[in-house]
């Protein structure tokens, strides 16, 4: 076998070293085992080398890590012991400070509380005083609306007395050119139909009579000015010259005449208890305010007589 071709298949510097050797005539055993020794060395020596290095470098990290852990455990002991006192007092100061911060919103709310409940009384009160204010004032209305309506009719009066002294006698209303007396004064009692013209008579004059539409708005209108709140529907009738006491269902006015039409309330006459006699009442529709009733019940009464003079 060709020693070069199997020294060709080692290193390039191998070769070159065994191809200086042999020029310089060296045996060729030397030569391999000098090349065996070589690879050893090198084989041996390099991958210790990098396992050292990689120790070291564990080692290292491993110390540094035990120096930062060592300093940080002493940082925070250091850090415990420098704040630690401080902590707590600075928290119970904050304790103390919300603890009071509290105990005076709690009060605060009380009082607020407290104010409220006054506030609600005092509305109460307020409520009430104005209801009772409103409740005066309606009654002062009241009595103004009354007092305006008596000078009314004492103002529309005035015209009639002064007629009235010329034309009728002393306590007479001239109404269209008619004297009318108004039993209304709380001197005179009231009385019995019979009763009632009996007065009327003394006085030549008569139950009054009641033919027109224009007569009957004027009667009702007077007598509604003397409407008393205090006494029933019933008692506040007037007595007219009206009756059925000579024929039952036959209305004759006291002057001999048949009615002809009348201003009877729904229902009337009616005869319930030998109603015979027939009266005026003050009615907010005056084409319903006639009603019969008994002779002898006691009501107020309108006489009426022609003037004295006319001139």
Not at 57 to 80: D, E, H
Not at 190 to 209: G, Y
Not at 226 to 238: A, E, K, R
Request: charged share 25%; with cysteine; aromatic share 10%.
């Amino acid at each position: 076998m060709d020693n070069r071709k199997i020294f060709n298949r080692v290193p390039n510097d191998t070769y070159d070293r065994l191809e200086f050797q042999e020029e310089s005539g060296i045996d060729e055993q030397p030569v391999y085992a000098e090349q065996e020794k070589q690879h050893v060395t090198v084989s041996s020596i390099r991958p210790e080398s990098s396992v050292n290095q990689y120790k070291l470098l564990v080692i290292s990290l491993a110390v540094l890590a035990v120096i930062l852990l060592t300093v940080n455990i002493g940082l925070g002991v250091y850090y415990r012991k420098l704040t630690g006192g401080y902590l707590l007092r600075d928290i119970s100061g904050e304790m103390a400070k919300l603890q009071t911060a509290y105990d005076q919103a709690v009060q605060s709310k009380q009082e607020a509380q407290m104010q409220l409940v006054k506030e609600r009384s005092d509305h109460q009160l307020t409520k009430w005083e104005l209801e009772h204010q409103i409740t005066r004032r309606k009654d002062y209305q009241k009595q103004i609306d009354q007092i305006q309506v008596e000078v009314s009719r004492l103002t529309s009066h005035l015209p009639l007395l002064k007629e009235g002294c010329r034309h009728c006698l002393p306590g007479w209303s001239f109404i269209d050119s008619t004297c009318y007396f108004f039993a209304i004064s709380e001197s005179l009692s009231i009385r019995s139909w019979l009763s009632a013209r009996q007065f009327c008579q003394k006085r030549n004059a008569d139950l009054i009579v009641i033919k027109s539409r224009q007569k009957q708005l004027a009667i009702i209108n007077f007598i509604a000015q003397y409407h008393d709140t205090s006494l029933t529907y019933h008692q506040n009738g007037f007595w007219i010259g009206l009756t059925d006491m000579e024929d039952e269902g036959v209305w004759k006015w006291v002057d001999g005449t048949r009615l002809s039409d009348g201003y009877w309330h729904v229902g009337e006459p009616n005869n319930q208890q030998n109603e015979d006699c027939a009266a005026v009442y003050p009615s907010e529709n005056p084409f319903r305010s006639w009603n019969d009733a008994p002779c002898s019940y006691n009501l107020k009464w309108i006489c009426e007589r022609e003037p004295t003079s006319i001139g």
